[in-house]
Every structure is written in C-alpha cells, then in structure tokens.
C-alpha cells in the first residue's frame, strides 16, 4: 500500500512553455503533499506545501507565480512551471502524507528538460 | 529552524562488512521523527529507518539499525553485512510532528565494493 505516482517521468519542454506534474496517491487519500526540487548529487529542498482545497504554501526564495501548485482533491496536486527556462531544470519530486501519521510516502519524480 | 547535517559526502564498504553513516541535527523540540531515506540510482526515495525522539530505544530493520543519542542530537546509520543492492545516496531527514515537512541533509553517497 500507499503508492505515489507522477506523471510525466520524463518531460522536455522549450523555453517560454509551460509544463504541468501530476502527482497522485493511488490507495489512499493524501490531506497535505509536499513537492521538492533536486539538483544532481544534492539534497532534496521543499518548495511548497499543498493541504488539500487550500492554498499552498511555498517556501522563502520560491516563486510563487512560476511555481504553480494546486491540490484539488485528496488524491490529486499538481505543480505547473510556468514560463519555464533553462535554470528550471530539475528533478521534481512529490510526496504525500495522511496527516497525523510520520511518514511521507515519495512519488518516482520527474525530470524536467527546459531547452 | 532545524537543521540536519551530514558530514561525510562519500563512504564505501566492501561486501560484507559494516559500515556506519554520520548524522547530527539541531532542535529545541523534545519530542519529534528520525528517518533515513535510501535514494539508488532510480532516484526513488525508500524509507530505511525511523525513529520517534520518545523513544529510547534504538530503531531495527533487519541489517539497519540505527545509534539515537537524543542529548548529543546525533543518529547515525548501521547497515550490517553490506550488500551490493545497497549501494545509494543516504538522507537522513527530521520531521517536527506527524504530517508536518521533512528537512533533509546534505546526503552520504554510499558504494558497496565487491
């Protein structure tokens, strides 16, 4: 049980575009998500937190207007990288919890090519 | 703010053997979680270990075990009999209360040497 999935694993988008990552939690229902940013060989740094049907909550230094993040349903967020350029490329990685519990259960992420 | 560190970039270990990751943190909370997470090629995140701060008792999982010394906020890694498989980047992460954001370290690459 409590399976993350993302989609799409791998996207390469021009720059200007947008992109939308979907991240879903496949057997249970995630009150909050979290999505991270990862460069190679570095850490994983949170950039918003999502509560299902409000607004997300995006850590200091994250653009909130490029970095658009949205939790619909309790089973459903995604983050779209609006106008996207180079400097966006990344690995993107989701996680969900049930809230009241310790564990975050973490998606596959997504590698993001901005050319 | 909480921080983690860990202060060795890389580690390797022959087939076998033990080999210990380092991991310090700074909180003022009294009660709160320990992980650490496993990241293999794949770059997907695997829950190793965690531990819950009230507890005083070292946190198992089969070859993994883990050394919580909550005054020196230190919580390092055993893995016992390494295994080729084990072979990933190691986070170790602190979570204020249930639900709430991990803060990761900086990651220790591991490489088991056959």
């Known amino acids: 049980g409590a399976v993350v999935s993302q989609h799409p694993s791998r996207v390469i988008c021009k720059s200007g575009t947008s992109v939308k990552i979907e991240c879903r939690s496949l057997?249970?229902?995630?009150?909050?998500m979290f999505w991270y940013r990862q460069f190679p060989k570095q850490s994983l740094m949170l950039m918003a937190t999502?509560?299902?049907?409000?607004?997300?909550?995006?850590e200091q230094g994250v653009e909130k207007d490029k970095f658009l993040i949205n939790h619909a349903s309790l089973t459903l967020s995604t983050l779209t990288v609006t106008s996207a350029h180079p400097e966006d490329s990344s690995f993107y990685i989701c996680?969900?919890?049930?809230?009241?519990?310790?564990?975050?259960?973490f998606g596959p992420g997504t590698r993001l090519t901005v050319t | 703010a909480q921080t983690v560190t860990q202060s060795q970039p890389e580690m390797s270990v022959q087939e076998a053997e033990t080999v210990t990751l380092s991991c310090t943190y700074d909180t003022s909370e009294s009660n709160y979680y320990l992980f650490w997470y496993k990241q293999p090629p794949s770059r997907q995140m695997i829950l190793v270990i965690r531990?819950?701060?009230?507890?005083?008792q070292n946190a198992t999982e089969n070859r993994f075990s883990v050394n919580f010394q909550k005054a020196a906020k230190s919580f390092s890694l055993k893995i016992s009999d390494s295994q080729l498989g084990d072979t990933a980047m190691y986070f170790c992460a602190f979570m204020k209360t249930s639900g709430s954001r991990l803060t990761f370290g900086e990651g220790t690459q591991l490489t088991v040497n056959p």
């Open positions: 531990q819950e701060a009230y507890k005083q």
């Open positions: 999502s509560n299902e049907g409000s607004k997300a909550t995006y």
């Open positions: 057997d249970f229902q995630a009150t909050t």
């Open positions: 996680s969900a919890s049930t809230g009241g519990h310790n564990e975050q259960y």
